[in-house]
């Protein structure tokens, strides 16, 4: 049966698509039989040619080749871009295995059957590392909205048992909170809030949060929160490098192998102050959560060593001093 000819242009389209792009073409006798095994639809090589002519009026970039080959140029992303945006899914450990591969396939839908195999190289992060929470992309919906309103939020926050299970914590204590953010910490997503309790600024990982729902409440304004007035999300991440809860404090490091500069901005970012000291070390000045300046002070302790504030150099040594202890028996 001869297919709807107002109909067919939308079929062309999804073939010029899948098997075409800037290396592969189709003959118009070629998206005739596809069009037939594909879908069903039969129609005449003067209509797909009108179909092209169609598409081409509506400024799809068509390139007709010799032969009445034609082929789809235009894409939604370059490949480039698409292979960045690929690679950051399949980075993210906030991201079921499933909804990753799902999101990574709409990205590259309207890529040809050619170009796709260009992105199968891409590495995966293993399921072993992440999350299995399938109420992710609910949770970024309810709280994007609850954000936008300006409405408070109350859910559950899980943590994983011995059996590898997420099961909500503190026997499934109801956490209210006011969010202002919602952040990408390397490879993680984090609501930054407030818990309404208290007057400081909280994070909790957004895949082991459970059973959420928006409150008829209004938000307690992040500005009127106690020395937030000119609060800066920027700089809330780069003193907080691993969503650690607590206040920042002025830090004074000293960079025992200079290659380890590299490392210090690609932690903290430009903002630091880096300086040589009378004896030529080099120095960073910079503002730090106390704790996450510990946990990364264990990481980089081969090359850098935190010299202010000493109450903080205390608790490292102490730090060190249990695990050797511990290391010794």
Not at 119 to 130: M, P, Q
Not at 151 to 161: I, L, P, R, T
Not at 162 to 186: I, W
Not at 280 to 298: K, Q, R, T, Y
Request: charged residues 30%.
């Amino acid at each position: 049966m001869i297919g709807d000819k107002k109909s067919s242009v939308l079929y062309v389209l999804d073939i010029l698509k899948q098997y075409t792009d800037k290396e592969h073409s189709l003959t118009y006798n070629a998206i005739v039989e596809k069009l037939r095994s594909l879908y069903g639809i039969e129609v005449e090589r003067r209509t797909v040619a009108r179909d092209i002519d169609i598409l081409l009026d509506k400024n799809y970039d068509i390139v007709k080749k010799g032969n009445n080959g034609v082929c789809l140029i235009q894409r939604n992303f370059e490949e480039g871009e698409l292979l960045y945006l690929i690679d950051a899914i399949y980075s993210s450990r906030s991201m079921p295995t499933k909804y990753a591969r799902d999101l990574a396939n709409k990205l590259t839908k309207n890529f040809s059957i050619y170009e796709k195999k260009k992105f199968n190289h891409l590495e995966k992060i293993d399921d072993g590392v992440r999350t299995d929470n399938k109420q992710l992309f609910l949770n970024i919906e309810i709280l994007n909205d609850a954000i936008e309103n300006g409405k408070k939020v109350e859910f559950q926050y899980g943590a994983y048992d011995f059996d590898k299970v997420l099961k909500p914590k503190k026997d499934g204590k109801v956490y209210k909170v006011n969010p202002y953010y919602l952040v990408n910490n390397h490879g993680k997503y984090y609501l930054v809030c407030n818990n309404d309790k208290y007057d400081n600024i909280g994070n909790y990982k957004i895949d082991n949060i459970l059973n959420i729902k928006i409150l008829d409440e209004d938000i307690k304004q992040l500005k009127s929160l106690p020395g937030q007035n000119d609060f800066s999300i920027k700089k809330y991440l780069s003193e907080h490098i691993y969503m650690m809860a607590g206040e920042s404090i002025s830090a004074k490091l000293k960079i025992l192998d200079e290659e380890r500069v590299n490392d210090v901005v690609d932690w903290f970012g430009k903002d630091i102050y880096l300086k040589k000291d009378n004896e030529g070390n080099s120095n960073v000045l910079l503002n730090v959560n106390e704790d996450a300046l510990i946990f990364w002070a264990m990481q980089y302790g081969k090359s850098v060593e935190v010299l202010e504030p000493q109450e903080t150099r205390a608790k490292i040594r102490a730090l060190l001093e249990d695990m050797i202890q511990r290391y010794s028996n």
